[in-house]
């Protein structure tokens, strides 16, 4: 138990603090390549801090579970970034198989938004719930081949030792699948956090929309917590494919966080980037993408099988 | 004596041969009876004259010379039918097969070893012949009475197969063996008048109705 | 052991009781319930005493059956498989006093009891013939509990499957029993040690006379065909107990009578890890194109025990490869497994009889909204369909962690394409994770929440206290079994030592303990209470309004607009799943430009069924019926039979 | 053995009979079916007496004799005979417009038959005792009196005489045996037992296997089996039963002496494989008979055929298989009285045995179907009933002397079997009943005469089959003594 009180306030820190600004980084890229100024950096923490304090509307047809869909929301991202490592601030939580709880943690939190937005009887809210648990069944196999590989790397088998200190060494022994699974995780980011190339998050035609159809009938601190949720889920997951991505610990831990809050907003700049040069993919090649990239992460494990 | 045997016993295999050829219920009748007062005079020739043996006679003459023919006579009456309809596999067939079931007969019975007093006398073999010829009559033919007269066959091949153990076969056992007979054929008649009554025809073509 | 034989004479006293034909069934239900309550406690009683007892309790009695005897024994393997079958037991007893109808209720606590009777004697039984005898007493009477309501001919339809392939699965066991019987001299298991003595062809053909014999009642994949139809017949509690403990049965069948057999080579491993892979592919896609939810639910019994399987033939297969850490882990996992599947599937199986008890129909799109008129049932399923995906705070993720970690350890610690096989099956079990949770969101979604869908739904009644108690111990114990995993492994370990001798050490040691797990459910919910006051203190001050779901400007939003059942997992068969299980729909596409009235029918009959099983019977039954013109009805031909058969016998005799 | 047994036997013997001239002499229809329990209650008091003693007992002239093999038959027949005669009384009574003479007459004859036949120790004797049952079981089969009995009556009768006059053939055979063998030639079982050693071997041989046709045309075995689907058909439940426990049993009895023969004159070996080769036919004949059934009582008859084809199995065998065989000789009795009362009543409640239009008996008759179904359970080998136990046993000989292919034979044709009756039964018990038919059965209901007596077997089976009591164990066992093969 290495970690000190002060390294487990720092990771809650980054995580309430830094995660709105992703978003706000996202969309300040975008403005940029669209030639208009956009939102402000700090646009989500207004948005979020607004929600808080406006009323509530819910509808009749609900039950409590509409209610439970967005306090689970913000629960399982707090809960799950203890489990990780964010830069060279190691885990707070780390035991032998403690993925399998991450990936189920996240399953929790898929499960509770499908039943929310079906609670609402709407064809929309029922549209999207359908979508994300399918796709996201599709996802889950890539994840577990991304951490196998992982796991194979470094032996251990609890996140924090997976993408510690022996990262970079790995990176010389099997850069090629480290490569396919930086890939594949990014593309599972994507996924999950409704980016551009899966799903479109300020669409207004509910037909295409994914995690935000789900989200409609949601108002005040609800939607709130739900949109702090979902941009701590994206950190998470970023702070995952930064971690691979920027292996390197110079020994100095502020240098190190510097270095990782700028791998985030690098990240972010990417997806910005991604996002408005590429437009949604249609509805049915989404499960064709998606597995063909767990058969890629398949693959990259066959390469260090070998 | 013995001569005498033989001849008696080929005059049953000619019987035989007549009743597979003949097509005259009546006359098909009157052989079996014939042939059956020619058994009844076996013990009499094969063991002498002793009070066991004269009884079995008489009793054999009475049932397989009258009373059973009787029997089949009075059936036929009532049901005023003369000829036997082709049977299953014609007449000739019927021949053929019935030759070659002797031939049998006899060429089974040679390899059974025989005790030195029997193993001249023809009882065996005639005894099998009779039995197969009745056999074949149950199998070919298609009017009831014709069944019940091969089922009589049948039971004559076996009685000249009893010839030879008659002091093994106690009185009361062969009286046992004649009387199932004669209720068993009793029995048939009734029913063959129950057959006639209802089907108003005594061949058993129509008595298929009970398969699978 | 006196208090199993307590418990035998109780329910026994109370099948009798119940026969009888009292003049209310208000006395049935009480004898035949309260009985049923009083006996399963006492054997809970006795499973305990046999966990926590280090020696094995034998209890022998000469009986006349030629080479049978009346000897039981409890040791830790019977005792852990006592705990699911009278805790079950109690809760179905509970659960049936009021959800037995009146007039049918006379015989069934007979039958109820006789089953509970029978499924404790096989599981204790220690001698092949009495094993049999309690067999197929155990099919006989869950076969009359099938039919509780002969009057559907459907329902007759699933026993009359159901007493088949039982009675098929039964035949492979005699084979079994008698092979063995025949190399050590009796049927007392005490002498089956004889076995492990078996060379390797015939030790494999008794192995797979095993699978057969105990795959077709645990509803392993190919013989799985009887177990989505006999299931739905079947009153819930009574579903519940065969879904959750007498598929279990057989799979301690096959484990007992593995731990005789030799040591298994390689490939028993992989068959029945192969057989468990597919079983659970199948069971779970298949229940995710149901209609009736008592159906989904058994599909899904045939992938949990798909799960199980996979795990029992890792173990096999690992243990055999000398990796003792991996094979310790799949064995907890699949034992562990096992006994969360028989809480959490008999929680749903009573979840949905209460549901079809309020609303009238089992059928998905009649259901709907029914969470606000029965919130306790809502709650007590919702609690349930958390188990059985495996999400985190409930019991259903310490089996699946445990079988993941074993198949990581394999995968990272095989070289060469060996690590191949153990990575792929994860693969596979992540898909099933999430298939899992597109069947349960169906469920919960399109049953519970959302808009009513039929006048019956509307007038929905919540269930009585006794059924609603029921539900609430066994989610209880579900939340319990996750919050404290230690308390799971511990009880499993006794049953796991005895199977696997040589990962005793395993068991007691740290090296596989799942206390983290605990520590994170009690994280998570700390974390969930804290979310739910933060939200409850930033609405406080604001006003909360109701008004009507927002329609994107339609006025007047009604029941079928909604997403139904169908729809929801149409896009998962597209998408994901093979065309051979694509289920039938009679669609009413419209043609021309004032189509008449249009409807769309539905059904998703098992393929393995369809396209094998009945067109292999039908054909057979053909040709049986061809080869009976032997019997031609003419008396001649009957006498040329008669007649041929003294000359070939004659020849026969003469050749000799 | 001092007079009183001689007395014993004697009575034994002529009750029956004298009763069965009784019925025919009495006018009153109504008055004659309480002659059958009248007869039956004492037969088998008597019949306990007679088997108390342990001992083989015979009388002076060796023909009448108890040995260990006719105690277990004499009971089960009367037994059989006794459930069978009470449920006659209630039968006859709701069909008094047919008139008993006969049927009553003929039943009784039919008894004294099957006793003389199990206690006869002369082949002769025991010959022309089972003549005298195939002729008074013909008026049993034509009771119905319709074209369909007739013809089964003909051809029961017809190919019950041949095979009756093959056996006769077979004893002749069996009698030349021994004068070849240059033994006092003599009919007694005791004699040939004791000379059969130098026996000549081909006339043995040929005798064996005229005596296997001539009898095993009784039991039913398999290419002979032909006229018992169309009899046990045709016939009413109550003969049904009484052909297929009693006939076959006292038949089988006839085979079994037979085996003692060839087993003295150390033919075993060959005798037992033509027993297993029958036995084997008779399963795989009733197996592919059994499928796709449309009449429940020919099933019935099908199913006789298969416990028939155990039975010669399980004597094949021998070891314990033997025991079971002979324990498969009581359960088959009394599964067989079940199934074929509760048939009975069925098939008179719907006035037909097509199992098209009887369907949905449980809510029409729910005690007969019932019963009709616990029976099916029963003779198909499920635990709580006896059957399973001696079915058991003998598989437990068949597998342990090895004979592992037979084993699975056997298990595979079993299996075919359950599949066949269970379709059928389960749409005859369980299926939807037919709309009012105009037919006069709508009035037929269960009462207690028709349906205690198949109830009480039932409960034997059920007793029998959870535990099996001492002195029927013992009466098995040495049963199954006097059948091993002595090396």
Redesign the interface.
């Known amino acids: 138990m290495r970690i000190t009180i002060l390294q487990l306030f720092l990771h809650l820190l980054l995580l309430f603090g830094l995660s709105p600004l992703l978003s706000g980084v996202i969309g300040k890229t975008k403005a940029l390549f669209a030639g208009r100024v956009g939102p402000p950096f700090l646009q989500l923490y207004f948005d979020i801090w607004k929600l808080f304090g406006k009323g509530l509307v819910i509808s009749r047809t609900t039950t409590w579970i509409f209610r439970a869909g967005p306090v689970v929301g913000l629960a399982v991202p707090v809960l799950a970034a203890l489990l990780i490592p964010f830069g060279p601030v190691g885990a707070p939580i780390s035991f032998s198989g403690d993925l399998i709880f991450f990936v189920y943690l996240f399953g929790l939190s898929r499960f509770f938004t499908a039943c929310a937005a079906l609670d609402t009887g709407s064809s929309f809210e029922g549209m999207g719930a359908v979508r994300e648990v399918t796709f996201s069944c599709l996802a889950e196999p890539t994840v577990f081949f991304v951490f196998i590989v992982l796991a194979r790397l470094s032996g251990s088998f609890s996140l924090d030792a997976m993408f510690g200190p022996t990262l970079a060494a790995s990176w010389h022994t099997a850069a090629p699948s480290l490569l396919l699974i930086l890939v594949c995780l990014f593309i599972v980011t994507l996924v999950e956090n409704c980016r551009i190339p899966f799903d479109d998050p300020n669409t207004h035609l509910e037909l295409t929309m994914i995690h935000e159809v789900m989200v409609l009938d949601h108002s005040g601190p609800d939607l709130g917590m739900i949109l702090y949720g979902a941009a701590m889920k994206f950190l998470v997951l970023g702070a995952l494919v930064v971690r691979l991505f920027l292996p390197v610990t110079t020994g100095n831990i502020a240098l190190d966080i510097l270095l990782f809050i700028g791998g985030l907003l690098f990240m972010a700049v990417v997806i910005g980037v991604i996002e408005s040069v590429m437009a949604r993919l249609r509805l049915l090649r989404i499960p064709q993408l998606l597995v063909g990239v767990s058969l890629l992460s398949f693959f990259s494990l066959i390469l260090l099988l070998r | 004596m013995d001569t005498l045997l033989h001849l008696l016993l080929l005059l049953v295999i000619l019987l035989n041969f007549f009743l597979l050829g003949s097509s005259r219920l009546a006359s098909c009748i009157r052989t079996t009876a014939f042939q059956g007062g020619i058994l009844s005079l076996l013990p009499l020739l094969a063991h002498g004259f002793s009070g066991h043996t004269l009884f079995l006679a008489s009793v054999a003459f009475l049932l397989k010379g009258i009373a059973i023919p009787y029997l089949l006579f009075r059936a036929i009456r009532q049901v005023h039918i003369r000829r036997e309809v082709e049977p299953l596999i014609g007449y000739v067939p019927t021949l053929i097969l019935g030759t070659l079931a002797t031939a049998g007969a006899f060429i089974f019975s040679g390899r059974l070893p025989l005790i030195p007093e029997h193993s001249q006398s023809l009882f065996v073999p005639v005894g099998l012949a009779t039995l197969a010829t009745g056999f074949l009559m149950l199998i070919s033919r298609r009017k009831a009475i014709t069944q019940a007269l091969g089922y009589l066959i049948f039971e004559n091949g076996i009685f000249i197969f009893g010839m030879l153990l008659t002091e093994a076969m106690p009185l009361m056992v062969e009286s046992g063996v004649l009387l199932d007979l004669l209720v068993g054929v009793f029995v048939m008649t009734i029913l063959m008048h129950q057959i006639n009554r209802e089907f108003s025809t005594m061949n058993t073509d129509n008595l298929t109705s009970l398969k699978e | 052991m006196n208090f199993l034989f307590l418990s035998w004479l109780v329910l026994g006293l109370g099948a009798c009781a119940a026969a009888l034909p009292w003049r209310s069934s208000k006395i049935t239900a009480i004898l035949g319930g309260g009985s049923a309550v009083l006996g399963c406690l006492s054997g809970l009683i006795a499973a305990g005493q046999g966990l926590i007892a280090d020696t094995a309790a034998t209890f022998s009695l000469p009986?006349?059956?030629?080479?049978g005897s009346f000897s039981l024994r409890l040791d830790g393997l019977s005792a852990f498989f006592l705990l699911p079958l009278f805790i079950v037991g109690l809760v179905g007893a509970l659960y049936g006093t009021e959800y037995m109808r009146k007039e049918k209720a006379r015989l069934h606590w007979s039958w109820y009891n006789l089953l509970l009777v029978s499924m404790a004697m096989v599981v204790t039984a220690a001698n092949g013939?009495l094993f049999?005898?309690a067999?197929?007493?155990m099919s006989?009477t869950s076969f009359f509990l099938v039919?509780t309501e002969?009057?559907l001919?459907e329902v007759?339809a699933a026993?009359?499957t159901y007493?088949?392939a039982t009675?098929?699965g039964a035949?492979c066991l005699?084979?079994f029993f008698?092979?063995a019987?025949?190399f050590c001299g009796s049927?007392d298991f005490a002498s089956f040690h004889l076995l492990s003595t078996l060379t390797g062809p015939v030790a494999s053909v008794l192995f797979l006379l095993l699978v057969t014999g105990f795959g077709s009642k645990a509803g392993i994949f190919p013989f799985h065909v009887w177990l989505p139809d006999a299931h739905p017949a079947a009153p819930s509690h009574v579903s519940a107990l065969m879904s959750g403990v007498m598929v279990k049965t057989a799979i301690y069948g096959l484990l007992r009578m593995c731990s005789f057999l030799p040591a298994s080579p390689a490939w028993w491993g992989g068959l029945l890890m192969t057989i468990g892979i597919t079983g659970a592919l199948f069971g779970i896609a298949m229940a995710a194109m149901q209609r009736d939810v008592k159906r989904s639910l058994a599909y899904s019994t045939v992938e949990n025990i798909g799960i199980i399987l996979l795990a029992l033939g890792f173990w096999m297969h690992s243990r055999a490869a000398g990796q003792h850490v991996v094979a310790a882990l799949a064995l907890a996992g699949g034992l562990i497994h096992l006994l969360n599947h028989a809480l959490f599937k008999s929680l749903l199986f009573l979840g949905a009889g209460s549901l079809m008890h309020g609303s009238g129909s089992r059928d998905l799109g009649r259901m709907?909204?029914l969470?606000?008129r029965m919130?306790v049932t809502?709650l007590m399923i919702?609690c349930g369909?958390?188990a059985i995906?495996?999400?985190?705070p409930f019991n259903g993720?310490v089996g699946?962690?445990f079988i993941?970690?074993a198949l990581?350890?394999s995968?990272?610690a095989l070289?060469?394409?060996g690590?191949?096989f153990p990575?792929?099956l994860?693969?596979?079990l992540?898909?099933v994770?999430?298939?899992a949770?597109?069947v349960?969101?169906r469920i919960?979604?399109?049953a519970?929440?959302?808009?009513p869908r039929s006048p019956a739904a509307a007038q929905a009644h919540e269930a009585g206290w006794p059924m609603r108690s029921a539900m609430i111990a066994l989610a209880l114990l579900c939340l319990a079994g996750g919050l404290m995993p230690i308390q799971l492994l511990r009880v499993t370990g006794r049953a796991a030592v005895l199977l696997d001798p040589d990962s005793a050490h395993l068991f007691a040691g740290q090296v596989i303990t799942p206390?983290?797990?605990g520590?994170?459910a009690f994280?998570?919910i700390g974390?969930?209470l804290?979310?739910?006051s933060?939200?409850r203190w930033?609405?406080g001050r604001?006003?909360?309004?109701?008004?009507?779901?927002?329609?994107?400007g339609f006025a007047f939003?009604s029941?079928r607009?909604?997403?139904s059942a169908e729809?929801?997992s149409?896009?998962?068969q597209?998408?994901?799943l093979c065309s051979c299980l694509t289920p039938e729909s009679k669609d009413g596409r419209t043609i021309g430009f004032f189509p008449l009235r249009r409807s769309f029918v539905f059904n998703a009959p098992d393929p393995v069924l369809e396209k094998f099983f009945k067109p292999l019977?039908q054909r057979?039954?053909g040709y049986?019926?061809r080869?009976?013109?032997?019997?031609?009805?003419?008396?001649?031909?009957?006498?040329?039979?008669?007649?041929?058969?003294?000359v070939l016998?004659?020849f026969?005799?003469?050749l000799? | 053995m001092n007079n009183m047994e001689n007395n014993l036997l004697a009575l034994l013997l002529l009750l029956p009979f004298c009763g069965s001239v009784l019925a025919f002499s009495m006018p009153s229809d109504r008055l004659r079916p309480l002659l059958l329990p009248l007869c039956a209650t004492p037969h088998l008091a008597l019949t306990f007496l007679v088997i108390q003693s342990g001992r083989p007992l015979t009388t002076a002239n060796g023909w009448i004799g108890v040995d260990p093999l006719s105690r277990l038959i004499l009971p089960v027949i009367s037994l059989l005979f006794l459930g069978c005669s009470f449920y006659a009384v209630g039968y006859l009574r709701c069909r008094i417009a047919w008139g008993n003479r006969t049927f009553v007459g003929c039943l009784l004859l039919f008894l004294s038959a099957m006793t003389l036949a199990t206690i006869s120790r002369h082949l002769g004797l025991l010959w022309v005792a089972v003549e005298t049952t195939t002729v008074a079981s013909a008026p049993l089969i034509y009771y119905n009196r319709n074209r369909l009995s007739m013809e089964a009556t003909w051809k029961y009768l017809l190919l019950g005489s041949v095979g009756i006059a093959l056996a006769m053939l077979g004893i002749l055979f069996i009698a030349y045996a021994g004068l070849a063998g240059g033994e006092h030639v003599s009919l007694q079982l005791d004699d040939i037992l004791h000379g059969a050693a130098n026996y000549s071997r081909p006339w043995l041989r040929a005798g064996f296997v005229f005596l296997l046709v001539g009898f095993g045309l009784k039991v039913g075995f398999a290419p002979l089996h032909t006229w018992k689907p169309d009899a046990y058909g045709e016939a009413p439940g109550l003969v049904g039963a009484l052909l297929a426990g009693g006939l076959t049993s006292v038949a089988f009895l006839a085979l079994l002496r037979t085996l003692q023969i060839m087993d003295a004159a150390s033919e075993a070996v060959m005798a037992r494989e033509a027993f297993l080769a029958m036995g084997l036919l008779s399963i795989a004949f009733a197996a592919v008979f059994v499928v796709r059934q449309p009449d429940f009582k020919r099933m019935l008859a099908y199913s006789s055929v298969e416990h028939m084809g155990i039975l010669a199995i399980g004597i094949s065998v021998g070891g314990i298989a033997t025991f079971g065989a002979m324990l498969h000789l009581i359960n088959n009795a009394l599964t067989k009285g079940v199934l074929f009362l509760a048939a009975a009543n069925i098939h008179r409640r719907f006035g037909s045995k097509k199992v098209a239009d009887a369907r949905g008996a449980i809510s029409l008759v729910p005690l007969s179907a019932t019963l009709f179904l616990l029976g099916f359970l029963a003779i198909t080998g499920s635990p709580p009933f006896a059957p399973f136990i001696s079915e058991f046993t003998i598989l437990q000989g068949v597998f342990s002397n090895g004979h592992f292919v037979t084993g699975g034979l056997f298990l595979f044709f079993l299996a075919v079997i359950f599949i066949g009756m269970g379709s059928t039964v389960l749409s005859v018990v369980f299926g939807t009943p037919p709309e009012k038919t105009g037919t006069g059965y709508e009035n037929y209901r269960d009462t207690f005469a028709t349906t205690a007596v198949p109830l009480i077997m039932l409960l034997l089976i059920f007793v029998l089959g959870v535990y099996l009591p001492d002195p029927v164990r013992h009466i098995c066992a040495d049963a199954a003594a006097l059948l091993e093969v002595r090396p």
């Open positions: 009986w006349s059956m030629p080479g013939l049999l005898f067999w197929e007493c006989l039919i002969y009057d001919p007759v026993g009359w007493l088949l009675h098929l035949a005699f084979a008698l092979t019987g025949a049927l709907g909204g969470m606000r919130p809502g919702v369909g958390m995906c495996a999400l985190p993720l699946e962690w993941y970690r990581l350890e995968g990272a070289s060469g394409l690590g191949f990575v792929m994860i693969g596979f992540a898909l994770g999430g298939l949770l597109i349960m969101t919960i979604g399109i519970l929440l959302g808009v206390w983290w797990l520590i994170m994280l998570l974390a969930l804290a979310a739910f933060f939200n930033r609405q604001a006003t909360v309004a109701a008004a009507s779901t927002w329609g994107c939003p029941s607009m909604s997403y729809s929801y149409e896009l998962a597209s998408g994901i019977f057979l039954a049986c019926r080869c009976c013109r032997l019997q031609s009805g003419n008396l001649h031909i009957y006498m040329l039979y008669v007649f041929s058969a003294t016998l004659l026969w005799v003469g000799r």
